[in-house]
């Protein structure tokens, strides 16, 4: 693959990711949720969820899939993490995955019990 000689992260990050694909035995959907859970531990920006639309759409991802990646990774990466990932996810691929105002408030008062507790 050739690119652009000024471009030495570009290049660098597509030489991973060709290795990484030719190693990895998952089908293209899995692997998809797989980096899209690896990203939201990550804190990642939108634009690390945009470079996974393509993949995302190939594999005909839906929204709830998606959704369902950040309730079972919710536990392990905590609230902020996944409000984070909800609202870069929705900015990189136009889904409409936000929080609505009620379930935050829950999820606020939850969490602020459980601080409680310890």
Not at 37 to 45: F, R, T, Y
Not at 84 to 112: K, N, P, W, Y
């Amino acid at each position: 693959m050739a690119t652009a000689p000024d471009a030495p992260v570009l290049d660098t990050l597509t030489a991973m990711t060709i290795d990484s694909l030719e190693r990895c035995h998952m089908d293209v959907g899995a692997l998809v949720l797989t980096r899209i859970a690896a990203l939201v531990a990550m804190d990642a920006p939108a634009v690390s969820y945009l470079a996974h639309a393509g993949a995302a759409a190939e594999a005909n991802l839906t929204t709830e899939q998606l959704q369902d990646v950040l309730v079972a990774i919710a536990p392990v990466v905590g609230t902020a993490r996944v409000m984070s990932a909800a609202s870069h996810m929705a900015e990189a691929f136009g889904l409409a995955l936000a929080v609505e105002e009620s379930e935050a408030q829950t999820i606020a008062e939850a969490e602020a019990q459980s601080m409680g507790n310890t």
